[in-house]
């Protein structure tokens, strides 16, 4: 193993005790996260393949007094062989929080204090063709005003065909 790869599990290490030791108690997450249920199907147009991803959840605000406002929201794909890579995260090409548009790029709809919000997210994951009866699994990462991240599994089942 030359020193670039040990640097690289050495930084990989270190980026996994921190969020161990940083990670806040389940009753101080401001955002929560219920999953609903996903999909994915897989698309292949001339330049390369894509997961289409449909997930839909209900957020809800823990805050006692304060409205978070949505500033970003992106994916990518969750396991160790992903992580390791450090595959990339995607923005969101689409996500809908209650009746409200949210696109990249844009600031997004501000979530009330106290309250749930039903959240529905539409995407194209640029992959290659995962194994057609499995389910997918995503990490959501959804930033707020504060640059804030807060993150969430989601599991994708394979869309019935036909």
Request: hydrophobic share 40%.
């Given at each position: 193993m030359d020193a670039l790869s040990w640097l690289r599990a050495a930084g990989s290490a270190f980026g996994l005790l921190r969020s161990f030791i940083t990670r806040r108690p389940a009753g101080q997450r401001p955002l929560i996260f219920i999953?609903?249920?996903?999909?994915?199907?897989?698309?292949?147009?001339?330049?390369?393949?894509?997961?289409?991803?449909q997930s839909l959840l209900h957020v809800t605000n823990e805050r006692e007094d304060e409205a978070i406002i949505i500033t970003r929201v992106?994916?990518?794909?969750?396991g160790l062989w992903h992580w390791l890579r450090r595959s990339d995260w995607r923005d969101c090409?689409?996500?809908?929080?209650?009746?409200?548009?949210?696109?990249?790029?844009?600031?997004?709809?501000?979530l009330p204090a106290r309250t749930t919000t039903v959240m529905r997210?539409?995407?194209?994951?640029r992959a290659a063709?995962?194994?057609?009866?499995?389910?997918?699994?995503?990490?959501?990462?959804?930033?707020?005003?504060?640059?804030?991240?807060?993150?969430?599994r989601l599991t994708c089942e394979p869309m019935?065909?036909?």
């Open positions: 999953e609903q249920g996903g999909r994915w199907s897989y698309i292949q147009p001339p330049g390369g393949g894509a997961i289409q991803v992106r994916l990518r794909r969750a090409a689409r996500a809908e929080f209650g009746d409200q548009l949210f696109l990249p790029m844009l600031v997004g709809p501000p997210i539409l995407h194209a994951h063709r995962p194994n057609p009866g499995k389910a997918v699994m995503f990490v959501l990462e959804v930033w707020d005003q504060r640059r804030k991240r807060h993150r969430t019935a065909s036909g």
